[in-house]
């Protein structure tokens, strides 16, 4: 997925080479974590009430994942950016 490759690559250019792996590591649990629990919630919420709320929450979701990823696109330095090749 074009997203998985977009944050595969802020991890690298925010982290230094000793800690990549680590990077590396807690983004697929988080991601990992996501993936479990979205359709879990989704689910419940679409049972429980109504398939416009659980759609609804989502994208409500979706959007405060994109407002939190904007400081970090305006604040993140990147090691190209610096003259460093990786």
Do not use: C
């Not at 230094?16 to 993936?35: C, E, F």
């Not at 994208?59 to 330095?77: D, H, R, S, Y």
């Amino acid at each position: 997925m074009p997203a998985e490759t977009a944050e595969s690559t802020v991890v690298a250019l925010m982290l230094p080479d000793h800690l990549r792996g680590n990077g590396y590591g807690v983004l697929g649990l988080v991601q990992s974590m996501g993936a479990l629990a979205a359709p879990l919630i989704l689910g419940s919420r679409w049972v429980a009430f109504t398939p416009t709320l659980a759609f609804g929450d989502t994208a409500a979701w979706m959007l405060a994942a994109a407002l939190a990823a904007k400081p970090i696109t305006a604040t993140g330095t990147s090691t190209l950016e610096k003259g460093k090749h990786a």
